[in-house]
């Protein structure tokens, strides 16, 4: 990505659950693309702006780093990569443009149906399975608990009959997942959805008057879907 581009470039998912819902606001707002599965960039026909199509987890970072000038990510792994970044003395300021009507989900901790469970203290010295060890952290401190994190990647919900932890901190949206696994939500930590979000430093005047002319009509597709 060429940093003095005067195209403005948004990094959205490339396949997930944000993918469909970020690519259908984006033409709502009358933005025309071709995309073609494999590529990861996607010119505009009629706008002088790029799309970047990339995990999730790399979208947040891309903007603090001002790679891209904006970003649609998850509040979720928006503030996981920052409290990281955070720790890790990089750059972890963005501007949050809109908060959007999709990628509703929460992040939980859940434990075995068979465990007693009175509240968070009973977490004390136990082992949770997560993939937002700085958001599980950061409420465990506020709440006074010392637990330790394994952290995977994946498959989450099976650690603890796994036997590598004994509770699990996930997101969750309708609770299936945990059901299946015999696990039960106990306490909700954070509570997401997608974001618009655009890199610290100011833009040039081309770029911003893009963003300009998209941020009203964003409010005007939500409104419509109210
Ligand atoms: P990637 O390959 O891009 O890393 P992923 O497997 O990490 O994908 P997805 O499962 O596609 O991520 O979820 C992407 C984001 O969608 C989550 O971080 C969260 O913000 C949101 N999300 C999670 N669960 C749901 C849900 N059930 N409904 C809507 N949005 C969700
Ligand atoms: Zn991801």
Do not use: W
């Not at 082992?127 to 465990?140: F, G, K, M, S, V």
């Not at 330790?148 to 997101?171: H, K, M, Q, Y």
């Not at 954070?190 to 979000?197: C, E, G, N, P, T």
């Amino acid at each position: 990505v060429d940093k003095n581009s005067q195209r403005l470039t948004i990094a959205i998912q490339k396949s997930g659950r944000l993918s469909k819902e970020s690519i259908a606001l984006l033409q709502a707002c009358g933005f025309k693309f071709s995309l073609h599965e494999a590529r990861l960039l996607a010119h505009s026909s009629n706008q002088p702006v790029d799309l970047l199509r990339v995990r999730d987890d790399d979208i947040p970072g891309l903007v603090m780093d001002g790679v891209v000038d904006l970003g649609l990510v998850g509040e979720n792994v928006l503030e996981e990569v920052r409290l990281e970044r955070q720790a890790l003395n990089l750059a972890c300021s963005v501007q949050r443009l809109r908060a959007l009507d999709f990628g509703q989900c929460r992040l939980s901790i859940a434990v075995p149906k068979e465990e007693g469970y009175r509240g968070v203290q009973d977490l004390e010295g136990k082992r949770i399975a997560t993939t937002y060890p700085y958001l599980l952290q950061n409420y465990l401190k506020q709440q006074g608990v010392n637990a330790s994190n394994a952290i995977l990647t994946g498959s989450v919900e099976v650690a603890p009959r796994a036997g590598l932890a004994d509770a699990v901190c996930d997101l969750v949206s309708t609770g299936a997942t945990l059901e299946a696994n015999g696990l039960v939500e106990k306490e909700v930590i954070f509570r997401s959805q997608a974001q618009l979000i655009q890199r610290p430093e100011p833009l040039s005047a081309a770029k911003q008057a893009i963003i300009d002319q998209l941020l009203p009509r964003i409010d005007g597709v939500q409104m419509a879907r109210e």
